[in-house]
């Protein structure tokens, strides 16, 4: 049983690994420039929570039963973030006048879709990992 599932937590591992690439260049093209040459290290803080995703992915492939009760709060970090994006495009009042990148501010908002649409397929295989994982435990 544990072996079907295999592959579904890989998926989950190897989407969060890329997840973080794609953010870390997100947010190097949303860093603003600054007089001294700019730099993007003030701006990790934003994603470096993001970290605990692919944190929690990797320990429930390496070791699921020990772990699945990660999936719960992995599940939870999504619906939080998703919203949050959600909230976002909503309350945010973006004009981008012409002078700005209308390129940069166009990956920005693909990239950050993208990514919020792969948040709710993995907030979809997460939650029949964990239904799986609680029948096969006996429903503790």
């Known amino acids: 049983m544990m072996s079907t599932y295999r592959i579904g937590r890989a998926v989950l591992l190897i989407?969060?690994?890329?997840?973080?690439?794609?953010l870390v260049i997100l947010?190097?093209?949303?860093?603003p420039e600054t007089s001294s040459g700019g730099t993007f290290f003030p701006y990790i803080t934003f994603f470096s929570p993001n970290a605990l995703f692919l944190l929690a992915?990797?320990?429930?492939?390496?070791r699921p039963m020990?772990?699945?009760?990660?999936?719960?709060?992995?599940?939870?970090?999504?619906?939080?973030?998703?919203?949050?994006?959600?909230a976002w495009g909503h309350f945010t009042d973006r004009?981008?006048?012409i002078e700005e990148n209308m390129a940069i501010n166009q990956i920005l908002l693909l990239g950050s879709t993208?990514?919020?649409?792969?948040?709710?397929?993995?907030i979809g295989g997460a939650w029949f990992l964990n239904i799986k994982y609680r029948e096969s435990s006996g429903g503790e």
């Not at 947010?27 to 860093?31: N, P, R």
């Not at 919020?116 to 397929?121: E, F, K, P, R």
């Open 15 to 22: 989407y969060e690994c890329i997840r973080l690439l794609i």
């Open 114 to 122: 993208f990514l919020n649409l792969a948040d709710i397929l993995s």
């Open 27 to 31: 947010f190097i093209l949303a860093s």
């Open 57 to 62: 992915a990797l320990f429930v492939w390496l």
């Open 66 to 86: 020990d772990y699945r009760n990660f999936l719960s709060l992995y599940m939870a970090g999504k619906i939080i973030s998703v919203l949050l994006f959600f």
């Open 95 to 97: 004009r981008f006048s």
